[in-house]
């Protein structure tokens, strides 16, 4: 069964397709809880007109469906209504961290004087949560006991440092975080896929909006930063590859099979176009809007 309490899916190939899966669930903490949240990404984040959002507005304002009890107005009716980029973002826990742990419970409405340093820090916290989300994930894969120790001391850190004070959050060095997190996830991929059948073909960063993969052997691929905007990937076998920060945006993911799918993530696949014969890992959920 998956997080969510779904079956796990088989692939239309025979055999089921996943990496060895993680130990007991550490990803509680990392899943959003916008009860325990004052609503920060409602009002901390900018977005723009476009046909993500049906408004601009400007960092540190709230949005004009934020009510009172910090929850969404239209939230059942976001996409109808234009916001369909709300329905992408995840802040992987990181709302209830900065709004309960941070700053204590204290509601940024009651607590002017702490409002905008609140809303500087919920980027950053989202990013450390995304980290370990992600380290997390590369827990699970079959890797050597040094980099499974080099994972554990990172996963650690990044812990610890989601932790600090607001004045250390702002002050933290994110870039140099992102690089030493980021090597060791690619370690951890590519010993993961190294193991699996296929050509594993490298894509890593490649442009291929719009590009025609119906029907292709991406099996073990690396994809990671790979632009997938719009790209036909309906029947493709994605078994296994690597997905870290890959832009599936409208992307046709009718299909495909993503069973294993390394360090993907639920905005990723909410983002993108699918239905019920897309295939996906066990631990993310099927969107309600395919």
């Known amino acids: 069964m998956g997080e969510d309490g779904e079956e796990t899916p088989h692939t239309s190939r025979g055999e089921p397709f996943a990496l060895p899966p993680s130990g007991p669930d550490r990803r509680s903490a990392l899943r959003a809880d916008c009860a325990s949240c004052f609503g ?17 507005k400007e960092a540190g304002r709230p949005c004009p469906n934020l009510r009172e009890d910090s929850r969404c107005g239209i939230h059942s009716h976001l ?26 419970g204290r509601d940024w409405r009651r607590d002017r004087r702490t409002a905008k340093q609140m809303f500087a820090v919920f980027p950053v916290m989202r990013l450390l949560h995304e980290l370990l989300r992600h380290l997390d994930e590369a827990l699970s894969l079959p890797v050597d006991p040094a980099l499974r120790d ?11 440092l989601s932790l600090e004070d607001a004045g ?11 690089r030493e997190v980021g090597d060791l996830l690619s370690q951890s991929s590519a010993q993961a896929r190294a193991a699996l059948p296929g050509p594993r073909a490298d894509h890593r960063g490649a442009d291929l909006i719009g590009a025609r ?20 990937l309906r029947d493709a ?15 046709d993911l009718r299909g ?18 699918g239905d019920d ?7 993310l959920s099927r969107p309600a809007h395919w």
């Open 150 to 160: 080099g994972l554990g001391r990172a996963a650690a850190k990044v812990e610890r």
């Open 79 to 104: 996409r109808e209504k234009g916001f369909s980029g709300c329905t992408v973002f995840d802040c992987f826990g990181a709302g209830q961290k900065v709004s309960q742990i941070t700053f204590e």
């Open 237 to 251: 076998d994605l078994r296994g590859a690597d997905l870290l920060g890959a832009d599936l945006r409208d992307a």
């Open 277 to 283: 014969t897309t295939l996906l890992p066990a631990s």
């Open 40 to 56: 920060l990404c409602c009002v901390a984040l900018p977005f723009a007109a476009s046909a993500d959002f049906a408004l601009d």
């Open 256 to 273: 495909a099979d993503l069973t294993g799918g390394v360090f993907l993530t639920g905005p990723q696949v909410t983002s993108a176009k």
């Open 168 to 178: 250390t959050l702002l002050a933290l060095d994110l870039a140099a975080l992102h």
């Open 213 to 232: 993969l119906r029907g292709a052997d991406l099996r073990g691929a690396d994809l990671r930063g790979s632009y997938l905007i719009a790209a036909d």
